[in-house]
């Protein structure tokens, strides 16, 4: 009788390290988890740790957006990084023959995986008890790791506002304050760009300032046509937020398809809509979340602030500037002008009554020389009332050029005339006509403009100096050859009729 053959022993069991070991590879992995607060650094650490905690080929935690319930980040162990490269999106994590949550809370941030048992064969219940006590405290390293990105991240938002507030309450003019708040705001919220938009006569909103990595001049000038979704929203001063610019239906500027995930916030301060601050990334950029929301939003509501106390400095500056301009005028017509014309009726009184003197003695005693002489002192004395009237005259118009804004000079040619005219206005005590014939603006070129300007000053100092004045005329006719002005007043000079008209031409 044959015996039957022995069974087959079976295939020897990978080795695996006794329960003593493991533990502590566990308490090593444990412990060198919650020694990272970087967050990045926390997750790669955990699918390292958990790899070689269960001897596995292959680990991935995909990290999932709970906001958007997909995933938003891969970290993986035992893979190359051009395998990695060329995964088309973050995996779940849920792909491996053992997986486990991680939760911080209640929340479920993330799935740890791991496949390819080392030495073959199945995971084991051990594997999934390690796994899971690696996957609890990770959360709780999680859960640090994420308080101290959101502390650091709003301590450099609070900076940053900081640091606008300083440099816009320094004096920075309005288009370089926009700009700084459009740059920094960039810089904090890692954006593409950081644009301000402000409202237009139009009804819309336009790109007024940009700040970008590479030229942002494109940017500026781009609108937002009245009618656009979005429209509503920014002028009520509400946020808008877009998950992506090219493919939201939303966004209809031309620059739109560029970008990507983008904040648009409010300007926006005591009720007063000062513009949007719109904070696009690049396309396939890291979506924002409600932390970056929350920073930025109260940033902006910061800048807003600043802006407007700045400009409230800016123009109680001006204020100062122009009541010791209105001072040193009121000086100077006062005191210096009214010396000087008294001076001048002086030296006129004597300069006739010399005359006369010289005229009487000649006639009794027929003395030629003595009467030239006296003419010579006459001539003296006329040269001298021409001098003091000549001054009179420079000092009266430098009265109006203190009269007018040191820096807001209007753009246009029209503005121009009609801003001189004004200033003078103030001392005159009466409002000067003023009358446009022809293409003023297009046909007076700078050079000509300014001699225009010029005279215009010259004609209403002379005309407030003259008496009685109680209206003035200023007319500015223009054609295809001359551009001629005329200044008409109805004063009274001393030795002439009542009424004065000064006219000044050039060819265009």
Known sequence: MTPDPEPAAPDPEPATPDRGA???????????????????????????????????????????DPERSRPTELYTAGTTEAERAATPRPADGRGGTLGVPIRVHDEVIGNLCLAGKRGGGPFRDEDLALLQVLASRAGTAIGNARRYETARRRERWIEGAAAVTTALLAGRPAADALKCVAERARLLADAAAGVILQPTPEGGMEIVSASAQGDPGDLVGTTIAPGSPVLEQ???????????????????????????????????????????LALPRARGGKPYD??????????????ALALVLADARHDRERLAVYEDRDRIARDLHDLVVQRLFATEMMLESTRKRSAA?????????????????????GEDLGRAVDELDSTIQEVRTAIFALQQPPADVPPTFRGRVLREVHGAAVLLGFAPSVHFTGAVETLAAEPVAKGLLSALRGALAAAHRRREVTSIAVEVDADAERIRLTVT????????????TVTWESAV
């Open 489 to 500: 007043d109805d004063g009274r000079t001393p030795a002439g009729p009542r009424g004065t």
């Open 22 to 64: 493991g533990l502590a590879v566990l308490l090593e992995a444990v412990l060198g988890i919650g020694s990272e607060l970087d967050q990045q650094a926390t997750l790669q650490h955990i699918v390292d740790s958990a790899t070689e905690l269960c001897a596995a080929r292959y680990g991935a935690l995909g990290v999932v």
């Open 290 to 303: 409600a932390v970056d929301r929350l920073l930025a939003s109260q940033f902006a509501s910061q800048a």
């Open 234 to 276: 920014l002028l009520g001063g509400e946020p808008v937020f877009v998950e992506d610019c090219a493919t939201d239906p939303r966004m209809t500027t031309r620059v739109r398809k560029r970008f990507g995930p983008s904040m648009m916030l409010p300007l926006q301060s005591g009720g007063q809509l000062i513009g949007t």
């Open 357 to 377: 003197a010289a005229a009487a003695g000649d006639k009794a005693a027929g003395d030629t020389a003595g009467g030239t002489a006296r003419d010579t002192v």
